[in-house]
């Protein structure tokens, strides 16, 4: 077993190799626009995992699949030529599924922006259903709010008195 970091520094450079030679190198014209976005090295680093994107329709991106396929020696080699590691690791290409994931994603979005535009544009004339406040608040009566007047009156003297250090100085030693 290798040490991991070894491993990811291996992808980088394998990643690095294969696209400068699929750019200089591999002259086959069914390679379309093709991207290489990672690869991955197993721990052993005997396999290589390359992935990679091509920009077109599905007819380009099969071709390019195969354009990959038949150039993985020569791939291969450079690899081992430009790395001089003892054994180089086997090829495999993947296409990356990435870039289909994002259009999904920012189509989504796209959708809630338009639901969020149309549920600000019913919302605008809206008045509520009931009251403002919907909470209920106690009925109060005329008599009753002049007597609790007066008592909270009394309640609050009696708040102040109750904090030991406002009180007298002979209600504070009987403390």
Request: proline content about 5%; cysteine-free.
């Amino acid at each position: 077993m290798a040490d991991p970091a070894r491993a990811r520094r291996l992808a980088v450079r394998i990643r690095q190799i294969v696209s400068a030679t699929i750019e200089t190198q591999i002259k086959d014209p069914r390679l379309g626009m093709v991207t290489i976005t990672d690869s991955r090295v197993t721990s052993d680093l005997r396999e290589a995992t390359v992935f990679y994107t091509v920009y077109g329709d599905p007819l380009q991106v099969e071709e390019s699949a195969r354009a990959l396929a038949s150039a993985t020696g020569v791939l291969r080699s450079t690899v081992g030529k430009q790395t001089g590691i003892k054994f180089v690791p086997t090829l495999t290409f993947v296409a990356d599924a990435v870039p289909d994931t994002a259009r999904e994603l920012e189509e989504a979005l796209e959708r809630v922006r338009h639901a969020d535009a149309e549920l600000a544009r019913n919302r605008e004339g809206a008045q509520y259903a009931g009251d403002a406040d919907p909470y209920r608040k106690p009925a109060v009566d005329e008599d009753q709010l002049e007597d609790g007047a007066e008592e909270l009156d009394e309640d609050d003297d009696a708040a102040e008195l109750t904090d030991p250090a406002d009180a007298p100085t002979s209600e504070r030693s009987a403390s």
